[in-house]
């Protein structure tokens, strides 16, 4: 990883600061108190972060140190870094109450969530304590923390012992420890004398049952038990029995019916009576006179027009001689029939065919009746045949339907009870067989 560029929004004096670094060694070199250490720790809180102490360690930790001199509501910066190849920008606030830690992926244009695994990949798994001894030694730092002898002895210790630097034992030691002091805690003296107590019970519980006087009586008992053992073993078997007895009275009541359950004989019911109920409907409007009169006096009207229509045509296409009246006027009938003629032809016309349209219109809605009704009928036809044995249509068939309907609630009803029953006797074996197994 190597560091491209930062920017201090406010660390210790520096506010608003930009540093640029070159991809070979850089130097930053200053007179005494010019923030060379305060760079130097800029860089490690961007790596690591800054946390504050607690209590009176927090007067002269590193976040109190290193508080902006200006406006010190602005506490943090940002810092470039490339990682094989990679610019990310690593964004940090500080402030207590709005601490924030931002990474930017700025060559995809993206952000990552800064998780500790995305930290040890960018850092190639150094830690802070690892950092502050080997690659970052700050001024008179140059002795190797207690810290670092300590991990580094860990590092040592997980290899000999388990052959992996991921386990530590001497964590997973004191935690079994403390684990072991948590539960001799727990373990009052007066836990300890009832449990004393119980155990000195439960030997002479033994004691007594091993006696001679009760040798005989725990032979009864368990002779007794299996012989409950074998009844519960009948009465599972004439369970099951039962059970499919009730499957099979199901099968050949319902099932032969086309019915699951009770909502859908209900469902069934309801259907026929909507389907009866429109067959009447259509039944009755199909009967009526005037559904079959009307179409044929529509067409015969028409033809009555087309023929008058064709008359006056033939009649204005003849020449006539001039008539001579008393008066001994000439009138000549053609010019007259000239005068009225078109007129009436078109008119004529023009009714035949209206005439002819509403007779068609009203022809094909009573085919289209007479079609609806023979499918109406045909249904209701197959649901009688199917519960009634008789395919007639009529009210006395629908009532027998609606009684038939009712059988097979009932049926239903009665069937769902002997299953609800056998159910709950299932549950008590169950629970004697638990009981018997104690």
């Not at 010190?72 to 709005?98: C, H, P, T, W």
Request: hydrophobic share 40%; charged share 25%; net charge neutral.
């Amino acid at each position: 990883m190597r560091i491209l560029d930062l920017h201090i929004d406010g660390f210790g004096k520096f506010h608003d600061l930009s540093v640029s670094f070159d991809k070979d060694l850089n130097v930053v070199y200053g007179k005494n108190e010019a923030g060379k250490s305060t760079l130097h720790t800029f860089i490690r809180c961007m790596l690591f972060g800054l946390e504050r102490g607690r209590g009176r360690a927090a007067r002269a930790d590193l976040y109190s140190k290193y508080e902006p001199w200006q406006n010190k509501a602005v506490y943090g910066g940002r810092m470039r870094v490339e990682k094989d190849g990679v610019i990310y920008r690593l964004e940090r606030n500080f402030q207590k109450d709005q601490k924030s830690f931002v990474i930017v992926n700025e060559t995809a244009g993206k952000e990552i969530e800064p998780t500790k695994g995305f930290m040890d990949f960018l850092l190639g798994g150094l830690t802070e304590t690892a950092y502050n001894n080997t690659i970052s030694i700050g001024q008179l730092k140059c002795v190797t923390e207690g810290g670092m002898v300590t991990e580094l002895r860990n590092y040592i210790a997980n290899i000999n012992t388990t052959g992996n630097l991921s386990l530590n034992i001497t964590k997973a030691t004191s935690y079994l420890k403390n684990r072991r002091k948590e539960f001799e805690r727990q373990l009052t003296p007066e836990a300890a004398r009832t449990y004393t107590a119980l155990l000195t019970e439960i030997k002479n519980i033994e004691k007594e049952i091993s006696a001679p006087e009760y040798e005989n009586q725990l032979q009864t008992y368990q002779d007794l038990r299996s012989q409950v053992k074998n009844q519960l073993s009948e009465k599972q078997t004439e369970r099951e029995t039962l059970l499919q007895k009730i499957a099979k009275g199901r099968r050949q009541a319902l099932d032969g019916a086309q019915f699951t359950d009770e909502a859908s004989i209900h469902a069934y019911q309801e259907n026929a009576r909507n389907t009866y109920a429109h067959y009447k409907e259509v039944a009755d409007a199909a009967s009526r006179r005037g559904r079959s009169v009307l179409p044929v006096i529509m067409l015969v009207l028409a033809v009555f027009c087309a023929l008058g229509a064709g008359a006056l045509g033939f009649l204005s296409s003849q020449t006539f001689d001039p008539v001579v009246f008393g008066t001994g006027a000439l009138i000549s009938v053609s010019t007259g029939v000239a005068h009225y003629t078109v007129g009436l032809i078109c008119a004529l016309s023009a009714a035949a065919v209206f005439f002819f349209a509403v007779g068609l219109i009203f022809f094909m809605k009573n085919h289209s009746l007479k079609q609806e009704l023979s499918m109406t009928e045909k249904l209701l036809q197959e649901i009688f045949s199917r519960h009634l044995g008789d395919s007639s249509i009529s009210g006395e068939a629908m009532t027998a339907f609606e009684s038939r309907m009712e059988e097979f609630i009932r049926l239903s009803q009665v069937l769902e009870r002997s299953e609800q029953s056998v159910q709950e006797q299932a549950s008590e074996i169950n629970a004697l067989q638990a009981r018997n197994r104690l």
